[in-house]
Structures are given as structure tokens and as C-alpha cells.
């Protein structure tokens, strides 16, 4: 039997229809970023002008579909980076918590640049990209976080 759930319209959906919908744009989630105060909200550096370039990144990223976003340059889109080239600095470890996000845990990194010509500064979030859900893990505002390739 195929539960049915009702909206304010008396329109009904079905279970399957919610669960077997796909998003096909990036969503994010701030609740694993790291207390590393050099690369959190907690950095002294991170102004309101970085916080509000911040959001306007996360908004122009939502708006097109995660395929869209994945084909961007790395200067406009999003780019991996191997684990290997990061320095080691911890994240919430409740991230591990959940099965799907435990097999992330090695692996690559994904990044998007806060600032897209790294123009006043050379600022990622760096986190881990599951299911359409990018985990932001770490700001990074001064590059500190990996080396360039």
C-alpha cells in the first residue's frame, strides 16, 4: 500500500514519488565546518563583506543545476582537490555519523572560490560534495588550506 500525504491544495503525493525525485541542484549545509578558528566564521578576517560575498556565491551556485556547475571553469565552478594536497585540519566528527557521508571521508575535497579572480583575496570553501549536498568544511580567505596545482 502506497502512503498517501496531503498538501494544502488536496493534491496528493505519493511516498515514491518524494523518494524517487532527484535534485538536480547543489544545496548547502554549514553544520560539519570545522572550530578551527583559522578556518571558520570565528576567523577575525572574515568581515561581513566576505560573509555577504560568501552568500552571494552559495546563491549563484544554487541557481543552476549541479551539472551545470561541475562544467563551469574552476574560477566560477567548483573543483576537486586530492586529500593528500590539503593541510590536516580536523572538521566536526559527527560528519562520519551518517553512512553515506562515511564513505566520503577519503577522497577528494570540493572547493568554489568566494571570490571568483581571487579579487581582494584568494578565498575558497572547501568541504566534501554528496548527493547534491555541498558540505562546506572549511573558509579558507587567505589560500592556506592547499597549494595550487
Do not use: W
Not at 551539472?67 to 593528500?84: A, Q, R, W
Amino acid at each position: 500500500m502506497v502512503k498517501k500525504i496531503k498538501n494544502n491544495d488536496k493534491d496528493t503525493l505519493s511516498r515514491s514519488d518524494i523518494t524517487n525525485s532527484k535534485p538536480t541542484h547543489i544545496k548547502f549545509n554549514f553544520s560539519f565546518i570545522t572550530a578551527n578558528n583559522e578556518f571558520c566564521f570565528e576567523n577575525g578576517e572574515f568581515n561581513d563583506a566576505h560573509k555577504l560575498k560568501l552568500l552571494e556565491r552559495i546563491l549563484t551556485l544554487s541557481q543552476e543545476t549541479l551539472v551545470t556547475v561541475l562544467n563551469y571553469k574552476k574560477n566560477i565552478g567548483i573543483e576537486f582537490i586530492p586529500k593528500e594536497q590539503c593541510r590536516e585540519v580536523g572538521y566536526n566528527p559527527r560528519f562520519t555519523d551518517a553512512e553515506h557521508r562515511k564513505k566520503e571521508v577519503d577522497g577528494k575535497y570540493a572547493v568554489f572560490r568566494i571570490y571568483q579572480n581571487n579579487n581582494p583575496l584568494p578565498s575558497r570553501a572547501i568541504g566534501k560534495l554528496i548527493n547534491n549536498v555541498f558540505y562546506i568544511l572549511f573558509i579558507d580567505l587567505n589560500h592556506k588550506m592547499y597549494k595550487s596545482s
